[in-house]
């Protein structure tokens, strides 16, 4: 199940994108979607801390409160992965969307074939993404790992630590190779990038490229080596420019 949250504090709006989307689920039965509705940036952020995120938000730019903009940036500091489409009916904020590193900016009045367009794209990269998993080997046995939580990984001792988006940590089994082919396998997905001798992440969770340091979007920061800074700060422009979230 993908969630949608819609936040506008228009009624006619809100009621408008609301029945697109059911003519869009009636049209794909086969996607189990639940939307829910919020007047607010207030509310929804409420809702957040109560009840969890969503997987796609849509959001009107100019509300009371919190604007889209700043409510955009407020998601972003609890959920880097989530897809944000803006949807108004002004233009004038169409730059500033990038700083939310938002899926798409449209327009209202929203035109039905272009916003199913963009939903089908959101949903694709989504589902690929909650696919996307990878075996670990621990001392109880094979864990398997969502690609999209994985936030950093780290060799301590001879072990393989993978720290999750949930707080959790999961430790591998001893590695008996370099620490750069013992995760040869994750590199090979572009999210991922090896940021020290020990250190590979994933750079969906990277706000910040300093000189020696990366910053998470949780405010963690971890070792970024000279040799590996460019080809890191590469990496990280590269994936964003092609939208991320390739996990």
């Known amino acids: 199940?993908?969630?949608?949250?819609?936040?506008?504090?228009?009624?006619?709006?809100t009621t408008q994108?609301?029945?697109?989307?059911?003519?869009?689920c009636t049209l794909h039965p086969e996607r189990n979607l639940q939307t829910e509705t919020f007047t607010s940036g207030r509310t929804l952020l409420e809702h957040l801390r109560t009840d969890g995120n969503f997987d796609i938000y849509l959001l009107d730019v100019l509300m009371p409160y919190s604007n889209g903009i700043e409510l955009g940036l407020k998601i972003r500091d609890v959920d880097s992965g989530a897809h944000i489409?803006?949807?108004t009916s002004s233009p004038d904020y169409a730059v500033d969307s990038y700083l939310v590193k938002a899926s798409q900016y449209l327009l209202k009045p929203v035109e039905k074939e272009?916003?199913?367009?963009i939903l089908d794209d959101s949903i694709a990269a989504l589902t690929k993404d909650r696919h996307s998993y990878i075996l670990v080997k621990t001392r109880d046995g094979f864990h398997r790992l969502a690609v999209h939580s994985i936030v950093y990984g780290e060799l301590v001792g001879h072990c393989i630590q993978y720290h999750l988006k949930d707080g959790q940590v999961v430790s591998g089994m001893?590695?008996?190779?370099?620490?750069?082919?013992?995760?040869?396998?994750?590199?090979?997905?572009?999210?991922?990038?090896?940021?020290?001798t020990s250190f590979f992440v994933n750079l969906n969770y990277v706000e910040m490229i300093e000189s020696a340091s990366l910053k998470l979007s949780d405010g963690k920061l971890l070792p970024l080596s000279r040799t590996m800074r460019n080809e890191v700060t590469n990496r990280w422009f590269d994936h964003h420019l092609k939208g991320g979230l390739n996990v």
Do not use: P
């Not at 272009?114 to 367009?117: D, G, P």
């Open 1 to 13: 199940m993908l969630r949608i949250a819609i936040c506008d504090d228009e009624e006619s709006q």
């Open 17 to 24: 994108v609301h029945h697109l989307l059911k003519t869009y």
């Open 85 to 87: 489409i803006y949807l």
């Open 114 to 117: 272009r916003f199913f367009s």
């Open 174 to 196: 001893s590695v008996r190779t370099s620490f750069r082919k013992a995760v040869g396998h994750i590199l090979e997905n572009d999210c991922f990038a090896l940021c020290a």
